[in-house]
């Protein structure tokens, strides 16, 4: 699987303390290489966000990336729940 990364993910990684990165390259790493593992919970979005999906990065940090090919991927937002979804 083809992994990007859009500059904004970058840029919101970056904000997140040490241990939350390091969880996220470790799920981004589980999801290479299984996509649909039961721990990611890969899902669609809906709403404004429809046309994207997410996968869980800890059990309060989200990332958010859309499929642009048949096994290539670019992530595009990564944060809590309220600051993904503004509540």
Do not use: W
């Not at 990364?5 to 589980?30: G, N």
């Not at 919970?41 to 859309?66: C, D, E, M, P, Q």
């Amino acid at each position: 699987m083809i992994i990007h990364f859009h500059t904004r993910f970058v840029k919101m990684r970056a904000k997140l303390s040490a241990s939350v990165k390091e969880q996220c390259d470790v799920r981004i790493e589980l999801f290479v290489h299984e996509p649909f593992n039961p721990a990611l919970y890969n899902h669609a979005l809906t709403g404004k966000y429809a046309g994207y999906r997410s996968i869980n990065v800890t059990g309060s940090h989200r990332a958010h990336f859309k499929v642009i090919g048949e096994d290539e991927v670019v992530f595009v937002r990564v944060g809590t729940h309220p600051q993904l979804y503004g509540e």
